[in-house]
Every structure is written in C-alpha cells, then in structure tokens.
C-alpha cells in the first residue's frame, strides 16, 4: 500500500482478504501450527521456507499488525514484540554483544536508560551517554572503535526534549553504525525518522498506537537502508553464519532489507520470547485505525493546556515544544511541524507541598503512571515512582519536587483546562 496515504494506511495497512475471507484482521490464538510432513517443517527452521510453527516465535495476527507499522513508519520490515522495553533490548542487543558500545542521548526515558546503563552493562555492553544538545565535535568524541549503534527518542520521556535525527544519523553513519530511534510519542503521523537517516525504529505500542491503555506491546521497524556487508567486520551476527541456524548468514540471504529483523525473529525471539500475543496484536490494530484522528486532538489539547500553564502565576516553567519559548521549539518545527504529542510536563511554585496539593484536586485528570492514553493521566514523579529520593536527589536527578506531568486525551480542551484551573486554586 505504499501509494496509499498515512491515514488510508492506518486503516487498511498490513492486512488485505482475500475472497471470502474475514474483513477484521483474524486472531490467531494458537501456540502451534500442524504440517502434513517433517520435511516441510524443517524447511521453516533451516530459513528455507516462510511459515509458522510455534507461536513464540512469531504468529500470524502479529505478522499482519507488524506489517502495518512499518507500512506507516516507511520501513522494509517489522516485528511485534512483548514490551516496548523488549523493543528497545532487542534492538540494541541484535547487533550487539559482549565487548560492544552504545552511543545513546542522554535524555531518554528512565527505564531504557537503566536497561543501557545497568542491565546490558552486565553482559558486557558498554555506553557512553551524550546530551540531545551535544555540538558535533562532543558527539564524534563519544565514538568508539567498538561502537556498535546510536540510540535517541525523538522526543524524550518526560523530559519532552527533541532530539536532532539528522546529526545524530550523520554523525552514526560517518562511523560506521546505524541509527536506533524510539518513536513512541510523535508516532509515524507526526514524525518518520526513517526519511531522516534513522535506520531502526521502536515503539512502545503501549501508548499512542494503542491509544487506550488496553494492551502492553512494543514494536521493531527496519528502514532497509543500512548496508550490514559495508561494515561486515562491526557486525558478525549479521554477516557471518549463524552456527544456530545452520550456517545462514543473514546479510547474505535476506538482503539489507530483512537482515535485521529476520535475526531478530529468529535468533532473539527463540531464545527470549518476548511475543506480542495475538490478542494483544489486535486490540493494537484496532488502536491503529484511528490513530491518524487521534493524533491530531492529543497535540491540540497539549497545545492549549501547555499555553494556559505558561501564562499561571503559580507556575514556574512548563515543558512544551509547541511553545515559542521552549528551547527544542525551532528543532520541533523542523521535525514535527504538525506537532508532537499530548504530554507537557510543567513545574510549580512552592515545590512538593504545592504538587501534593495540587494533584489531590484533580478530577477529570487521573493519577496513573500511564502517558499517552485516550483519557488524561497526570504525575508527580516526587511522590509516587521517585518518592524514594531526597529533594537533593531529586535535584540532582533533575526532577524538580513540584514536577508534574500530564498526559492530554481525547477530552475537551476547556474541560482540561477548567479541572487544571481549580486544582490550581487549591495551591496556597
């Protein structure tokens, strides 16, 4: 469908019937698949043949939603994956391994940040963390000979800054490597980092893409562009046989545009199982039929809650890329000129008192540690994931104690603006 435009492939991507067939994408909801021969099952584990035999590994439902995404992300390739956290390990871990080094934004969510700094360091992978604001000259200096793969968020979780895919992808590609790139909250309708030299693209289909707090997933999109043979030496998984497999060198056989997440199929799916289920994938698609409407409404109602906060007395600085005052707001214009997401993060007055207060009045907003949901959810990380920290932690963290983030939905933009207003009311 690639004629098609974004919103026809929202819709219709990934999944055509055939005569006869049934109109909704079918759920598959099988561990296994019957053959009429071991021969012709053992075409599919020697990579000889295309097909399903167990479910861990990959299924039907999943195939046909992983198809759509990289229909809209502009990719040759894709997989569904457990978790968005599973997305992101599976990523990096494809194409590295012991002895590897990951150049990484240092703005990124939390979670991914312990999985660089923390978990893979224990197998061996080494990080050097860089600002999203770092000059060209700092990031060439965080490269090392075994640097393996750049990794960013477009924009970051909560820190909502952007991140500049052009020179993180030039300067990726100058050595040799390729760019990962987490597009959770712009989402392929509002930024496809593939057209800007990104080369792999994850999400956590949790969010926007689900769009309705249903079902937890996570999403691997392969732009068919890096060329694994050009830099065979940094990347022996992909280019040398694979003695797991029978000797198949997946660069060779499958190409630059299935290399990637044919490995990662076979290879990292086998071994961890980190599957998306079959009914998860659905609810997924369901949640991507509308996503090219519903885009849209969670920029405008972050926009006008982000406006209404910056002009509050009680508070001090709001955290928005849609506004002129923000300093990601020129890099935002160039990436998402159609805006990013929902999320505004902003910080109060009078510190965690005025936070506790504040979010004690909230009514239409609820406190959840979600984001990126048809319905508004909001968070004080002081007192609830980071409620463990001092206040010189958290400084030291970069969590302000009157930090708040929001998470606009779907609802009126008045209504949000009205329930903000009179929690507002209730900071003294």
Not at 304 to 324: I, R, S
């Amino acid at each position: 469908m690639s004629e098609y435009k974004m919103n026809t492939k929202c819709v219709q991507g990934g999944y055509q019937p055939g005569n006869g067939e049934p109109r909704q994408i079918p759920i598959i909801q099988s561990t296994t698949f019957r053959y009429e021969t071991s021969e012709d099952m053992g075409k599919l584990f020697d990579l000889e043949a295309s097909g399903y035999f167990y479910t861990r590994l990959q299924n039907p439902t999943n195939d046909y939603v992983a198809a759509k995404i990289a229909e809209l992300e502009g990719g040759t390739a894709a997989m569904l994956t457990s978790s968005g956290q599973a997305a992101n390990f599976f990523a990096l871990f494809n194409i590295c391994e012991c002895g590897s080094h990951i150049v990484a934004s240092s703005s990124i969510y939390g979670g991914t940040f312990n999985l660089i700094s923390v978990t893979m360091a224990k197998m061996g992978i080494e990080v050097t963390f860089v600002s999203p604001d770092c000059t060209k000259e700092e990031l060439n200096a965080a490269f090392k000979d075994n640097t393996r793969a750049v990794f960013g968020e477009t924009i970051a979780n909560p820190a909502l800054t952007v991140f500049d895919i052009e020179k993180f992808a030039k300067a990726a590609h100058e050595h040799g490597v390729p760019l990962i790139v987490d597009n959770t909250f712009p989402t392929p309708i509002n930024c496809r980092p593939i057209e800007w030299g990104a080369d792999i693209v994850t999400h956590s289909t949790t969010k926007y893409m689900d769009g309705h707090g249903a079902a937890v997933g996570g999403a691997i999109v392969d732009s068919g562009n890096f060329d694994w043979m050009a830099h065979a030496e940094k990347f022996p998984g992909l280019c040398t046989p694979d003695d797991s497999y029978h000797g198949v060198t997946y660069a060779e056989k499958f190409g630059k545009e299935g290399a990637f997440i044919t490995k990662c199929t076979s290879q990292l799916m086998r071994d961890f199982g980190c599957i998306q289920s079959p009914q998860n994938a659905f609810i997924l698609n369901l949640g991507l039929e509308s996503l090219h409407v519903r885009m849209p409404r969670h920029v405008e109602n972050g926009q006008a809650v982000a406006e209404f906060l910056q002009g509050h007395d009680k508070v001090l600085k709001v955290n928005y890329p849609g506004l002129k005052s923000d300093p990601y707001y020129e890099v935002a214009q160039k990436y998402l000129p159609n805006g990013g997401c929902g999320v505004v993060s902003f910080e109060l007055k009078g510190g965690k008192p005025a936070a506790e207060a504040f979010m004690k009045e909230l009514k239409l907003a609820a406190i959840e540690t979600h984001v990126a949901d048809a319905r508004t959810c909001c968070l004080n990380p002081a007192t609830s994931t980071h409620r463990q920290m001092t206040e010189e932690q958290l400084i030291e963290a970069g969590i302000p104690a009157g930090l708040i983030r929001i998470s606009c939905g779907l609802e009126d933009k008045e209504d949000l603006i009205a329930d903000l207003a009179q929690a507002l009311d209730a900071v003294k």
